[in-house]
Structure formats: structure tokens, C-alpha cells
């Protein structure tokens, strides 16, 4: 009874390539996020979302897309994939106020060749 | 943007000993949490704690929010504590985590 699943874990692919890495929380959170850790362990917030809003931060190219087609889900869509993409991508969810409660999913390594 | 540095950035601990890993943080915040990366790359959340101090086995956190530190404590060491420890601070009205930049601790047996 996985709390927060993504599929899959591993993934490699070439460059410019279309990719998608599925997040699913069996929590009944309400607001579900993608972090992003680089190759120096670096952790950094991509998005976050509620059945209200999305917040994207700046930083992040538009080839990232979310999509959240109920609560309980949250994909990544990445369009025309770079080398400097590969990283691990994670998944969390939290309850609404304040993060508390945080719930990481158990990341997906991206490796773009 | 607020700034998260945590020390120090690497730790080799021998198996028993006792350690004290920082956490600063450059603004108010609403809530900090302490993470355990492990070897296998999985994030455990060991602490939810914007002030004050708890514990769990032999871990336990401190945060002082007005001087805008947090502490973990590690106490007998074991080689399953190895990993990468992250402090993260949400802002207020914000639900994102801003992480710290992380401490490596390796435990030897």
C-alpha cells in the first residue's frame, strides 16, 4: 500500500525525445507536487498543485508540463527532452495547510542520452 | 529568495558515536521538516518541527524559530543512518519545501 507511487522508476531515453512520469497518492491529500534533484542532491520545488491551482515556478522550462486528471494524480509531461534533464524527479503530496505531513514518492531517474 | 544552508556538508561518523547536524534559514517560516535520504534514494520524512523540540528513538530535532536554526541530533550511530540529511522550510502561506543544501553522514562500522 504504496502512499505516493511513480512509475517508472528508471527511464532512459534520447534526446528529443516526449516523456511522462506518472504520481499517484492513495492519501487523500490535497495538493500533490514534482521536485526536481539534480547530480548534486540539490532538491528543487517544480510544481504544485490543487484541484484550485497551479503554481509553477519560474525557473522551470515550458516543455515541463503537469497534468492532474483527479486528486489523486499528478503526471509530468516533459516535451523535447535535453540532456541537462536528466535527474531524479519526485513526487510528493501533502494536506493543505502548511505542508505538513509531506509524503515524498521514491523518485524516478531520468537519464537523457 | 530565502536561503537554507545546512553544516556540515559531509559527516563520517564511527558506528556509536554522537552527532549534530545545523540547519539556518534566512526568513520567517512556517513550518521545517528534517529528511533522511538513504542510500536507495528515498526520502523519509523523521521530523515535522517549526519550534521547539521532539524525539523518536534516538533521534530527536530542535528548531528555534526566532534565531532561525534547526538542529538533529544522532545519537549511537548506526551504519543505517548513513545518507543525506535535508532540512526543508515551507514560507508563510506557501505549501512548498525549500530545501537545504543537504549533509552527507557516513556511518563506519
Known amino acids: 500500500d504504496t502512499a505516493v507511487s511513480q512509475t517508472p522508476k528508471y527511464l532512459v531515453t534520447q534526446m528529443g525525445n516526449d516523456k511522462s512520469i506518472k504520481c499517484e497518492q492513495n492519501l487523500g491529500h490535497d495538493t500533490m507536487y514534482w521536485y526536481k534533484q539534480d547530480s548534486k542532491k540539490f532538491l528543487k520545488i517544480m510544481f504544485s498543485?490543487?484541484?484550485?491551482?497551479?503554481?509553477i515556478n519560474e525557473t522551470v522550462p515550458n516543455r515541463f508540463s503537469p497534468k492532474s486528471p483527479d486528486k489523486a494524480h499528478l503526471n509530468l509531461h516533459i516535451n523535447s527532452l535535453e540532456l541537462g534533464d536528466s535527474a531524479v524527479y519526485f513526487c510528493a503530496s501533502s494536506p493543505a495547510q502548511a505542508a505538513r505531513g509531506y509524503t515524498f514518492g521514491s523518485g524516478t531517474r531520468l537519464t537523457v542520452v | 529568495g530565502i536561503q537554507v544552508e545546512q553544516s556540515p556538508p559531509d559527516l563520517i561518523l564511527q558506528e556509536g558515536a554522537n552527532s549534530t547536524l545545523r540547519c539556518n534559514f534566512s526568513?520567517?517560516?512556517?513550518?521545517l521538516q528534517w529528511f533522511h535520504q538513504n542510500p536507495w534514494g528515498q526520502l523519509i520524512n523523521l521530523f515535522y518541527?517549526?519550534?521547539g523540540t521532539k524525539q523518536n528513538g534516538r533521534l530527536s530535532a530542535t528548531t528555534v524559530a526566532t534565531e532561525r536554526y534547526s538542529l538533529l541530533y544522532i545519537s549511537s550511530s548506526q551504519t543505517t543512518d548513513s545518507g543525506v540529511y535535508f532540512c526543508?522550510?515551507?514560507?508563510?502561506?506557501?505549501?512548498?519545501?525549500?530545501f537545504g543544501t543537504g549533509t552527507r553522514l557516513t556511518v563506519i562500522p
Open positions: 526568513d520567517s517560516v512556517n513550518n
Open positions: 498543485y490543487n484541484n484550485k491551482e497551479l503554481i
Open positions: 518541527i517549526p519550534s
Open positions: 526543508a522550510v515551507v514560507l508563510t502561506g506557501a505549501n512548498n519545501l525549500f
